[in-house]
């Protein structure tokens, strides 16, 4: 069966960095764009980042711009997000999610997702 899993939340200060896992089975990895979507409470689910097939990265979100990068390791179908400089704003379930090929910003156009990591920036 198709499965992403999420890895790497966590709580940390502002300032601070974390490294999250995209660990993806169940279908061809190689073939699919894989997008980071963060979700508040009470607020809608919004793309962050993707990286498309080719390997080329799509920022969606202008705050992270500078902060935030993505990479893919296709030998280990998993897809990574570095966020750097972490700000309490940032604090949300972040979720990856597999679309073919292409990057897309809106999360009714991924096929798959995962469950979500928590990730808590406070002091």
């Known amino acids: 069966q198709v499965q992403l899993v999420e890895s790497g939340g966590g709580l940390v200060q502002p300032g601070g960095s974390l490294r999250l896992s995209c660990a993806a089975s169940?279908?061809?990895?190689?073939?699919?764009?894989i997008g980071w979507f963060r979700q508040a409470p009470g607020k809608e689910r919004e793309g962050v980042l993707c990286i498309s097939s080719s390997d080329i990265s799509t920022y969606y979100a202008d705050s992270v711009k500078g902060r935030f990068t993505i990479s893919r390791d296709n030998a280990k179908n998993t897809v990574y997000l570095q966020m750097d400089s972490l700000k309490p704003e940032d604090t949300a379930v972040y979720y990856c999610a597999a679309n073919r090929w292409t990057c897309r910003s809106h999360p009714y156009e991924y096929d798959y997702w995962g469950q979500g990591t928590q990730v808590t920036v406070s002091s």
């Open positions: 169940g279908f061809t990895f190689h073939y699919y764009a």
